[in-house]
């Protein structure tokens, strides 16, 4: 099992913003989309940072209202753990559950591929357990 069943099922869109982008912006793409996380990025395809929800409330509680005036380049979170298409299921959500990340965006040839949510791969699996099930229930009963 990779990422790249992952992906497959899940879609490869990934949202991004620019670093310049208010937080003020993140925070109204976050809503309107219904996301966690957004991949900062120059250009769509490179990965210069990641921000999420997470971020955003530690810095509100730091720093009060005025964060929505500041730049997601001074909330995203650097350097940004990645993965593969080839990258084992199993290594990368033990690296999320124990780094503590909800979000790892999918890198090939240096650039940006997809992203990857713990709740993806924990539906990947799950879906993957309940067809083997079905299966076996399907031949103890022929």
């Known amino acids: 099992m990779k990422i790249a069943n992952v992906i497959h ?3 490869a869109e990934v949202v991004t913003i620019r670093a310049q982008a208010t937080v003020a912006e993140l925070v109204e793409l976050l809503a309107r989309r219904n996301i966690g996380a957004v991949v900062v990025s120059s250009d769509g395809r490179s990965v210069d940072g990641i921000v999420s929800e997470r971020d955003v409330v530690r810095h509100l509680a ?3 209202g005025e964060i929505l005036n500041r730049t997601v380049a001074e909330v995203m979170t650097t350097p940004v753990v990645t993965a593969t298409l080839e990258d084992g299921l199993g290594a990368t959500a033990h690296t999320m559950t124990y780094s503590r990340l909800r979000h790892i965006p999918v890198v090939e040839d240096g650039q940006l ?3 990857v949510s ?3 791969v924990v539906k990947y699996r799950i879906d993957q357990l309940t067809d083997e099930r079905n299966h076996l229930l399907e031949y103890l009963h022929t």
Do not use: H, S
């Open 9 to 11: 099922n899940k879609g």
């Open 62 to 64: 730091a720093d009060g």
């Open 113 to 115: 591929v997809a992203i």
């Open 118 to 120: 713990l709740g993806d």
